[in-house]
Nanobody
Framework: QVQLVESGGGLVQAGGSLRLSCAASGRTFSSYAMGWFRQAPGKEREFVAA????????DYGESVKGRFTVSRDIAKSTVYLQMNSLKPDDTGVYYC????????????????????WGQGTQVTVSS
């Protein structure tokens, strides 16, 4: 069992930055691939970013490439999402998720492949 707790959300103006954190506890964090997803009101959950369990491979949704960066600190059992040049369309609830990894460089953008989810943190970008 893995417990995930997101933090760092808030209200920011367009063009600003936020860094989200996802603290994991429970089973060995280092063996899990991690992902970030978001959901805006009335929209489906959207893939944002993913990172392999060894941190050596990352993947990003098209709408955030070049603006967001995912990273992880295995010693702190924490994964981060640095979000720069934020836009109003980035508004939503951001969730982190953990997947029992298939390999050290495995990443996935498919939400149904993740085994554990956090409760989410709200990000609001004003224009």
């Amino acid at each position: 069992q893995v417990q995930l707790v997101e933090s760092g959300g808030g209200l920011v103006q367009a063009g600003g930055s936020l860094r989200l954190s996802c603290a994991a506890s429970g089973r060995t964090f280092s063996s899990y691939a991690m992902g970030w997803f978001r959901q805006a009101p009335g929209k489906e959950r959207e893939f944002v970013a993913a990172i392999s369990w060894n941190g050596g491979r990352t993947d990003y949704g098209e709408s955030v490439k070049g603006r967001f960066t995912v990273s992880r600190d295995i010693a702190k059992s924490t994964v981060y999402l640095q979000m720069n040049s934020l836009k109003p369309d980035d508004t939503g609830v951001y969730y982190c998720a953990a997947k029992s990894s298939s390999g050290p460089r495995y990443v996935t953008a498919l939400s149904y492949e993740y085994d554990y989810w956090g409760q989410g943190t709200q990000v609001t970008v004003s224009s």
